[in-house]
């Protein structure tokens, strides 16, 4: 218990002493002098001792414990984050009685359309559907959905996520990006609960089931217990063994002249008798490994530069362990691009550099490029950004995962391991696209009973990496999250940079269906660079619109370019204005490069002895072999 009497005898001490010390003018003393005659009691103590080191950290310990520990079963979402929104939602919601009106009178509308559907469906020949489905939503296009009670059953399904998106939009005083977070996150139950997952209200997979009396079921059923097996194991999905790195993808034949704690550069053999003068560093993001640029030999990027006649140069990041979690974003910097760039300067001496960034690596890219034109030193020819950002005010349905609190608990979960796990990275990927990537799968090879092919483009993206928790922590908060590049606070060597001091050519490519690095996003290029940009929009996603090889299917893009001082148009306007071509982008973009090369001159060696770039070994090296 607390000496209520030892407190008394403490202020009235203190009272008496600050007496006195008025006094004799003793300004210069404090009351703490007095703890040494005072009696010992624990509450007087309290406010004036800081709390001990090991108390507090016992206490943290115990918060990132129980973080790191939910995040291992919630691909890295906090629970605590999604708390919030539903508050917020719920909170804006009961202070709004209009928008509850309106969505009563939504409800009872919605089912008279629906009523009408049913009663005309029934006892006339119009069976026009009285909702369709959006043009992205693929889960009913079958026409064995046009039949009773299937289509009742889709129908009524639209219908309600049609309601529950007016239940979670255009709320006043939600923040957009709130908005757009709840928005996802009902989608993502919604979809969970289609009739498309469900045996008895999918009828594709009910006739399935009745034409091989259950076999499909037995057989999807086989094939969960594979995946899980091998989930469990840490072994790649089925049919990724086929495509083997060093084997029948990443192929093209090179040398490794550089390696460090973070890469090893890449320089790819000629197969031309001369080259382009400048050559190509591709730096890729360090979330993927980079043979997706150097896939199978019909649809490498790599193999096709150099046919072209270039002298290409690639990153390969190393895998990181927890040995790397103190690597930050000066480290990649430092021992990425600038290492490389060194490297390509003793091989390939007094020439400039057509520098190739995809995903992040256009960003890393940009902040190298900044930072040596600030410094005076013009090392790039070119740039060309791949689906690549600088600005993240509008980063796409990625930055549902960027708030304070979800990174914190992301923090937290990184911490105890030193990375982020490849499993809760992909997790939160596949959630952009859950119909494509979750359900899609769980209907075709749980409940049909039907193995989805295997590709190059699949297996690459099954073939994970991880990411350090300093590098991982410090680009989602100053890149995503505070968006300091774009405003000015990015510091390189203690100093801030500016992607207008970026002076060469750009050569900037957006995909329509890129979840990642939305291309109006990407366009924004044309507001922060002071050069000339080409910017070109080609069909596909975030990875498939890159590889997009010559001869590939139902491939187009649309291609302008905006000189220095060209007045600025909008991304909406310049799609609208910009004619098609079809057919895939790479060769416009070949010649875009050659018009901006020298003379062509022979080869150059493949390393340097001389300059300390032995080649060390054959291509894709060992930095891209690490799981």
């Keep these: 218990m607390i000496d209520v009497e030892n407190i008394e005898t403490y202020r009235g001490m203190t009272k008496e002493y600050i007496k006195t010390c008025e006094e004799k003018k003793h300004v210069n003393r404090t009351p703490r002098q007095l703890l040494g005659k005072m009696p010992m009691s624990a509450f007087p103590f309290q406010r004036w001792s800081k709390d001990s080191y090991s108390s507090t950290a016992f206490f943290e310990l115990a918060d990132r414990s129980i973080d790191a520990m939910i995040g291992r079963y919630s691909l890295g979402l906090s629970p605590a984050a999604l708390f919030d929104l539903y ?4 909170m804006g919601l009961a202070f709004a009685p209009g928008k509850r009106a309106q969505l009563i009178d939504k409800w009872a509308r919605k089912n008279a359309k629906f009523a009408s559907y049913v009663s005309r469906y029934l006892t006339s020949d119009d069976n026009s559907a009285c909702i369709d489905p959006l043009p ?46 709840i928005e996802f996150s009902a989608r993502q139950i919604l979809d969970m609960y289609a009739p498309s997952n469900f045996i008895f209200t999918n009828p594709d997979i009910l006739q399935k089931t009745i034409e091989t009396g259950g076999a499909n079921l037995v057989q999807g059923w086989n094939n969960f217990i594979e995946d899980w097996n091998r989930s469990i194991a840490g072994h790649k999905p089925v049919g990724a063994e086929n495509y083997t790195v060093g084997k029948n993808v990443g192929i093209t034949p090179g040398k490794v002249v550089l390696q460090n704690d973070l890469i090893e550069l890449i320089q790819y053999e ?155 990275m992909a997790g939160a990927f596949q959630l952009l696209r859950s119909n494509d990537l979750i359900w899609s799968r769980l209907q075709k090879e749980y409940l049909m009973g039907e193995r989805q092919p295997m590709n190059d483009l699949m297996a690459w993206n099954a073939d994970a990496t991880r990411m350090p928790f300093r590098m991982h922590s410090e680009y989602l908060r100053q890149l995503f999250l505070n968006n300091d590049l774009a ?26 269906k890129d979840h990642v690095a939305p291309w109006r996003s990407v366009y924004k290029l044309n507001l922060f660079a002071d050069a000339d940009v080409t910017f070109l929009l080609t069909s596909g996603g975030h990875n498939a619109g890159i590889v997009s090889e010559p001869g590939h299917p139902r491939r187009s893009y649309q291609m302008a370019t905006k000189n220095d001082h060209d007045p600025y148009i909008d991304a909406d306007m310049w799609a609208e204005q910009t004619p098609t071509t079809e057919g895939s982008w790479w060769p416009a973009w070949s010649s875009w490069l050659a018009a901006r090369s020298d003379d062509h001159v022979p080869p150059p060696p493949l390393g340097s002895l001389q300059q300390g770039y032995e080649p060390l070994r054959d291509a894709p090296g060992l930095y891209v072999l690490g799981d």
């Design 87 to 90: 508050i917020d939602w719920s």
């Design 136 to 181: 992205q939503d693929n889960r009913f296009r079958s026409e064995a959905w046009r039949q009773q009670p299937f289509n009742f059953i889709y129908q009524a399904f639209l219908l309600n996520q049609q309601w529950w998106y007016n239940a979670t939009t255009g709320i006043k005083g939600l923040a957009p990006a709130e908005e757009h977070a």
């Design 270 to 424: 000629p197969t031309t008798t001369d080259v382009y003068a400048e050559p190509i560093l591709i730096t890729p993001a360090w979330i993927m490994k980079y043979y997706i640029l150097d896939l199978s030999p019909h649809n490498s990027m790599v193999k096709y530069l150099v046919n072209q006649g270039h002298t290409v140069f690639m990153i390969s990041w190393k895998n990181p362990d927890t040995g790397d979690r103190d690597k930050g974003m000066d480290d990649y910097l430092r021992l990425g691009p600038l290492d490389a760039l060194d490297a390509i300067a003793a091989i390939v001496p007094d020439r400039q550099v057509h520098g190739v960034g995809y995903c992040l690596g256009g960003t890393l890219l940009a902040i190298a490029a900044a930072a040596l034109q600030r410094d005076g030193r013009n090392l790039f020819k070119t740039i060309s950004f791949l689906a690549s950002q600088v600005d993240f005010e509008e980063a796409g349905e990625l930055m549902l995962f960027v708030n304070e609190k979800q990174l914190s608990f992301l923090e937290n979960t990184m911490w105890e391991q030193g990375f982020l796990d490849t499993k809760q």
């Design 487 to 512: 405003e000015g606070r990015y510091h390189v060597d203690g100093m801030p940079i500016s992607i207008e001091e970026i002076h060469a050519p750009i050569f900037a490519v957006g995909t329509q």
